[in-house]
Nanobody, 122 residues
Framework: QVQLVESGGGSVQAGGSLRLSCSVSGYTDSRYCVGWFRQALGKAREWVARIYTGNKLSWYTDSVKGRFAISQDNAKNAWNLQMNSLKPEDTAMYYC???????????????WGQGTQVTVSS
């Protein structure tokens, strides 16, 4: 079974940085897609970023472009979301998701982790 565990959430002041990590297990093939989503209180879930592990190609939603970046952790089965220049609007529960292809992940059809809370204060 494919499993994901998010970590690294916390509270930070506006302008600060935070690094989330998504630990992935259960794949026999090293090629898969990892996506990050967030859901603010009272709002719909929003896709934030994704990376395909085969070619390391990453994509981001416009609101985080230039501030957030996905990269492979030193642990090869873990994927980081580096969040810089954080804004109060970034406050949300952040979820990691994965599936074999990024089309499935981005549309919300992948496997999900438990989430980690990010709170940005002004």
């Amino acid at each position: 079974q494919v499993q994901l565990v998010e970590s690294g959430g916390g509270s930070v002041q506006a302008g600060g940085s935070l690094r989330l990590s998504c630990s992935v297990s259960g794949y026999t093939d090293s090629r898969y897609c990892v996506g990050w989503f967030r859901q603010a209180l009272g709002k719909a879930r929003e896709w934030v970023a994704r990376i395909y592990t085969g070619n390391k190609l990453s994509w981001y939603t416009d609101s985080v472009k230039g501030r957030f970046a996905i990269s492979q952790d030193n642990a090869k089965n873990a994927w980081n979301l580096q969040m810089n220049s954080l804004k109060p609007e970034d406050t949300a529960m952040y979820y990691c998701s994965t599936y074999f292809d990024c089309v499935t992940v981005v549309r919300g059809g992948g496997y999900w982790g438990q989430g980690t809370q990010v709170t940005v204060s002004s």
